[in-house]
């Protein structure tokens, strides 16, 4: 069974920037894509941004030119790094790892981390 393990959510005013890691416990060639996702209470998981196995990198349209994911091979590890991070921002943001599993797809989910943006 996939573990991701993510770190690096907390309390950051308007403005400021985070960095989140997620850690795998399986190499990252397993996944044909990884990406951060963000959940409100009451709403729908929503990606913000995601990388293929071939290395395409998309990004939903409020967090473009302000967040960024990038992942380290070696590391087995993936990160969003958040700049200009807004009070709208706020949520537990997940990361996921989706594989192949014969004919189905397959997603593990990191834990969660809050990220609060608030002065």
């Known amino acids: 069974q996939v573990q991701l393990a993510e770190s690096g959510g907390g309390l950051v005013q308007p403005g400021g920037s985070l960095t989140l890691s997620c850690t795998s416990s399986?190499?990252?060639?397993?996944?044909?894509?990884m990406g951060w996702y963000r959940q409100a209470p009451g709403e729908q998981r929503e990606v913000l941004a995601a990388?293929?196995?071939?290395?395409?990198?998309t990004y939903e349209g409020t967090v473009n030119k302000r967040f960024t994911i990038d992942r380290n091979s070696a590391a087995k590890s993936i990160y969003l790094i958040m700049k200009n991070l807004k009070p709208e921002d706020t949520d537990v943001y997940y990361c996921?790892?989706?594989?192949?599993?014969?004919?189905?797809?397959?997603?593990?989910w990191g834990q969660g981390n809050q990220v609060t943006v608030s002065s």
């Open positions: 990388v293929t196995r071939g290395g395409a990198v």
């Open positions: 996921g790892a989706t594989r192949d599993v014969g004919d189905k797809c397959e997603t593990s």
């Open positions: 399986e190499n990252l060639a397993t996944f044909s894509s």
